[in-house]
């Protein structure tokens, strides 16, 4: 019997600790329909639901019935959820206008929040999301679905570690699809997503923000000295009170980035072009690399990446694992994204280049 006990003992100090990993999270807000994504996280066994805090009877219902939501989970106010059910970090899937309340609410309670992209609608609102988090030491990181594409993080990889193009001298980013409206986008995401207040703008923050948020990356946190931006609403009827469409120009000493953010795409697109001084890498889906270098086109494929999706990097960077300033979700990287996108907003307002300060 006690050689039973033993083989039982070491069989479960063996079992794997899945579970056990697993983060708790409280998801903030359903009405950004990432929050989907979240949903299908849960239903795979990746993520332990907590709670989700959400007021709109008829948002709820609708998430209930498409994934077999308990009612129990369902709360009203984040501060007693928080309070209650402790969780590892809260996720965001509010209106962007949102995060900073989120923040508030978090941050003094030492729980880590990670919203969807962009951090803020505007630089006030992330230098006070920055302020929370420095005063209670409480980690606040930015979601994009660009992260996880195995060909950006091996563009970078070939850019910055085999120095494979040489030193870059142009980024071309463009992302987008053929509008919300028009892929059939919920009624409670267009909501905000479609007015300057709730989201800041329309094309060039719901996408403008990916461009500068990868260009950061490759260019290892530093500031461009200054944004040109055309902004337009080629829709307006259809997007009667946010842009539609912008190009934004980053101009560092070295280097020009253009950032093409549409509603008005023909089908959805999210690729990013590295211009170097020998050569030239396009991370042309999540999967695919194209290069060239003067003998002509090379398609490559890339490594599996070290991270795959937001949920396994935030446990390890909850875990100390990680917590480089320029990654991707780092608060250091998306204050300057939103330092740009401001910039880019007054230079469309006022036609003029505007120098970032």
């Not at 709730?198 to 923050?205: I, Q, T």
């Not at 260019?219 to 307006?236: F, H, L, N």
Request: charged content about 20%; some cysteine.
């Amino acid at each position: 019997m006690r050689r039973i006990l033993i083989i039982f003992t070491f069989w479960l100090l063996a079992l794997p600790t899945t579970a056990q990993n697993l983060l708790h999270v409280v998801v903030a807000g359903l009405s950004h329909d990432h929050a989907h994504m979240i949903m299908g996280q849960w239903k795979r066994g990746e993520v332990i639901l907590a709670g989700i805090v959400e007021k709109d009877t008829a948002l709820i219902a609708r998430y209930k019935k498409a994934y077999a939501l308990p009612d129990t989970i369902f709360f009203t106010d984040l501060a007693s959820t928080i309070d209650r059910k402790k969780p590892d970090a809260v996720l965001a899937y509010n209106a962007i206008v949102e995060h900073l309340g989120v923040v508030e609410i978090c941050a003094p309670r030492k729980t880590p929040v990670m919203v969807e992209k962009p951090l803020a609608t505007t630089v006030k609102d992330a230098n006070r999301i920055a302020a929370l988090s420095k005063q209670y030491n409480t980690p606040v990181l930015t979601n994009y679905e660009t992260t996880w594409y195995a060909s950006n993080q091996q563009v970078y990889t070939m850019v910055h570690q085999e120095k494979a193009i040489g030193a870059i001298r142009k980024m071309v980013v463009h992302d987008g699809h053929q509008g919300p409206k028009e892929i059939g986008c919920s009624k409670e995401f267009l909501q905000w997503l479609t007015d300057p207040l709730g989201n800041g703008g329309g094309a060039s923050r719901d996408f403008g923000c990916y461009g500068a948020n990868l260009m950061t990356w490759l260019m290892q946190g530093q500031a461009p000295v200054a944004i040109t931006a055309t902004i337009k609403r080629i829709k307006p009827d259809v997007y009667p009170k946010v842009d539609d469409d912008a190009v934004i120009v980053l101009e560092y000493p070295e280097a020009i980035g253009i950032i093409e953010a549409s509603w008005n795409w023909p089908f959805s697109i999210k690729d990013l072009e590295v211009f170097g001084v020998s050569g030239y890498l396009q991370a042309q889906d999540g999967t695919h690399i194209r290069r060239r270098e003067k003998a002509g086109y090379e398609q490559l494929t890339p490594t599996t990446p070290a991270y795959t999706d937001n949920l396994l990097y935030l446990r390890d960077y909850l875990a100390g694992k990680l917590g480089r300033p320029n990654d991707l979700s780092s608060l250091e990287n998306n204050l300057l994204v939103v330092r740009i996108l401001e910039a880019a907003s007054e230079s469309a307002r006022t036609g003029k280049r505007v120098l970032l300060k």
